[in-house]
């Protein structure tokens, strides 16, 4: 499994992040950072789908997402 | 269990300061600060790189890159590039400018360098405007563009053509690399990053001079979203300013 963690004091709320998402998983939340930008979140529902493929994180221009990912183990789908 | 094995794939690259940037939302400075934070690292070069940055939006580079800067006056950063370079040929110098900086107040600097054939990088940040004073033309600037001092779009009658600055620099004797990418999406990210690696390696090498030009949005001043400055650079930007290698002496043979 793999996951994302946006720091949400750096996001600037640009969202290019949800446009190089393959699976569609990033959108912009409610909540609002202490610089008045609306961040950009992965629900928790949709968090497993995350592949860990990096792509949100190479074009966000504020190096503000972590990616995490799990090593597959012989016998995983 | 799973979380135990959990590997970090991407984080903020060492060079990379941390701290928020003043960059509006969307802006592309961003990422070429990443990646040159990132070869910096991973050539091992951060220890002994001397940094010259320009006036524009990237006046600030020394905030955001853990190297040592020297700070040119506005479109000098190259002039002052030679004179680091010269006194210290074992650093690692490279420039980092914007197409207002390198391509309109500081041609002659940028031409000349590159005709010497100085060893050293060049990062050229094209995003088509004055970034930093609000807006205005640029050399760069497409036709058609609205900018502040176009508001009617540039016309090429009265304020000639974008110049093409990679194509420029290639035909200069000095120059060991050339080459134009684009920051707009993820695949031409991975491709710019290949760019200046090939670029910081010809100074390494002692080839020659290298050239990099980064295509890059300002959302800001287009007065589009960050998404639309994106879409804007794949349809009006590489269409006039094509991606690709100009000039690759290793490919050549090299110089003597």
């Known amino acids: 499994m793999s ?5 949400e004091d750096r996001c600037k709320g640009c969202l290019l992040c949800t446009t190089v998402c393959p699976v569609n998983i990033i959108v912009q939340s409610e909540r609002f950072n202490v610089s008045g930008y609306k961040v950009a979140e ?36 | 269990m799973s979380e135990m094995n959990e590997k970090l794939v991407f984080d903020k690259p060492e060079s990379v300061i941390d701290r928020a940037t003043h960059y509006c939302p969307g802006c592309h400075h961003g990422i070429a600060h990443r990646l040159v934070g990132e070869l910096l690292d991973e050539m091992n070069l951060a220890e002994k790189t001397l940094m ?26 190259p002039a002052v590039a030679t004179g680091v370079k010269r006194a210290r040929p074992d650093h690692f110098v490279f420039t980092y400018q914007g197409d207002g900086d390198l391509a309109s107040i500081g041609m002659a600097e940028i031409m000349h360098a590159a005709n010497r054939g100085e060893k050293m990088s060049v990062v050229f940040v094209n995003n088509t405007v004055y970034g930093m004073t609000g807006g205005q033309m640029a050399p760069t600037t497409l036709i058609g563009q ?19 600055m990679s194509e420029i620099i290639a035909s200069l004797g000095g120059v060991a690399y050339a080459a134009r990418g684009s920051l707009d999406c993820v695949k031409n990210i991975r491709a710019a990053k290949k760019h200046l690696r090939k670029a910081f390696e010809c100074q390494i090498n002692g080839t020659g001079f290298g050239f ?26 590489i269409p006039y ?16």
């Open chain 1, 42 to 77: 992965v629900p928790e529902a949709d968090m497993d789908k995350c592949i860990g493929c990096a792509s949100c994180a190479m074009i966000c221009p504020d190096v503000a997402i972590k990616v995490y990912k799990t090593p597959k183990k012989k016998g995983d789908n």
């Open chain 2, 212 to 237: 990099v030009e980064l295509l890059s949005g300002c959302p800001t001043n287009w007065k589009m979203t960050p998404i639309q400055a994106n879409e804007r650079i794949q349809t009006e930007m």
């Open chain 1, 3 to 7: 996951r994302i963690e946006v720091q």
């Open chain 2, 241 to 256: 300013f094509p991606l690709g290698v100009f000039k690759d002496i290793s490919e050549e043979g090299g110089i003597c």
């Open chain 2, 52 to 77: 010259t940055t320009s006036i524009g939006c990237s006046v600030f580079l020394y905030n955001y890159l853990n190297v040592d800067a020297v700070e040119a006056p506005h479109g000098r950063a």
């Open chain 2, 146 to 164: 609205k900018t502040t001092t176009s508001p009617a779009g540039r016309c090429q009658a009265t304020q000639g053509s974008p110049i093409r």
